[in-house]
């Protein structure tokens, strides 16, 4: 079911309470009634990104985190202006209400991104990220003042607001992320190397995606260089498309077993010379921290902070029996190397020796 037409007035304790123009995937419908402010750029531009889905709804959804964040739509002004506008995105909430965190604008230009494939996968998605996002109103453990986290930027066009008063911030952690001093490093004590509690958002892309082509509907494959995404099936129907794309994502010996946003789903990977060792890194191109095999360009998983990357490193390493994790910087320096916990043995779980 997509709703098509979530704004303020049509929710209530996050329940959709006006159903307007929802329809049904693949059934026809009629935008007329679509709430201008809070339209998506498919709603405008058909034939340029292609027509309203699911990822619609999430681009209505974060104008309306936009909404209650700064107290005005993030876009106003007749409908010809607005359709102009949505094409750039809006501009950030932190420039109308500056104690907001940059985490907060992060999270609304990926849920408002002009194209549909830069937006979160899922609602879940954007819970979770929602929920990572520290309250500007939390008080620092230290007692002194929050940080001023008003970031500036000259893109986009559309409204401003001024700084209402009541508006409340969105709540989730009151810091950045730290690591767990008690947290047993396979046998080594100490903290992880400072780069872990460096948060990062959003999450990353995964390495499978379905885009509305020309010619129908593409199938993209992502791996580690962002020069080596290829486009290797084309279907005139989307379903025909999902479909290929999960199944080249559980294809047996297929690299990209676990979904980049969904760290629970495992598949088949065996153990070969590639997973003498893995590593901790940061891709600026997926603003993400990636636990990937250091000889080859294949990622295992992906996460939005090193702390959460180097928490599935440890589990991939003891998983699939890499002989070591590498701990890396921001910049690609290693920090710290982890062995396997039964290294000394020689023995893994799954019978692999190590070669000495």
Known sequence: MLFRTTEPGTWDVAKIGDWGTSTRPLEGSDDSGVSVAFSAPEQFHPDRFGEPDSMTDIYQVGAIIYTLAVGNPPYEGSQIEISQAVVDGPTQPSEHRPELPTELDQVVARAMAPDKQDRFRTIRDLAAAIADVPDPNAQPADGGRPADTGVTNDRASPVGGSQPSGVGGTTGPTGP???????????????????????????AKQPIEVI???????????????SEAAVFSRHERRMDAMRAAANRVNS???????????????GDIYWNEHFESLRVEHSGFLSSWLVVPANDRFAFAAAPSAKEAYKRGKQVQQEYDFRELEICSRQGEVEKVVEHRFLRHSLTKSGVKFNR
């Open 252 to 266: 047996e010996h297929h690299p990209c077993t676990l979904r980049w946003d969904t760290p629970d789903s495992v």
């Open 177 to 203: 992320a730290v690591p767990d001093q008690s947290d047993d490093l396979d046998g080594k004590t100490g903290s992880p190397p400072e780069a872990i509690r460096t948060v990062e958002l959003p999450p």
């Open 212 to 226: 509305a082509g020309d010619d129908g509907y593409l199938v993209r494959e992502y791996r580690r260089n962002p």
